[in-house]
């Protein structure tokens, strides 16, 4: 952060884990129209029609379905517990991340 009033060490491991989970978090939220697509397209039963085809529906049908089955709340069902998974997880994931560049380029392992 390069702004003069803001007293902030990003570079500090506490830091990066918590701007790692602040983005997770948002990944998350702003994924999750797409996981309740995918994850309804993988778990949809397919019927076969009078003339023995089965088609399943996909990626712009089904959101049409999800729409007209819950309107445009439908696309943020379960965003609670897919933040609260994905922040906590790319936090670490950053944090080791981060501390395992530094201990490279400070040891010349890279």
């Given at each position: ?26 990944g998350?939220f ?58 906590p997880?790319?936090?670490i ?18």
């Amino acid at each position: 952060l390069n702004n003069e009033n803001i007293d902030f060490d990003s570079s500090t491991l506490l830091a990066e884990a918590l701007i790692g989970a602040f983005a997770g978090g948002v990944g998350a939220f702003l994924t999750n129209p797409f996981d309740i697509i995918t994850t309804r397209i993988i778990t949809q039963t397919v019927e076969e029609d009078e003339e023995g085809n089965a088609q399943p529906l996909g990626v712009v049908e089904m959101g049409k379905q999800v729409y007209e089955e819950g309107g445009p709340g439908a696309f943020l069902l379960g965003w609670q517990a897919r933040v609260g998974y994905w922040a906590p997880a790319i936090s670490i994931f950053l944090s080791c991340y981060c501390s395992v560049r530094q201990a490279g380029v400070q040891n010349n392992w890279f």
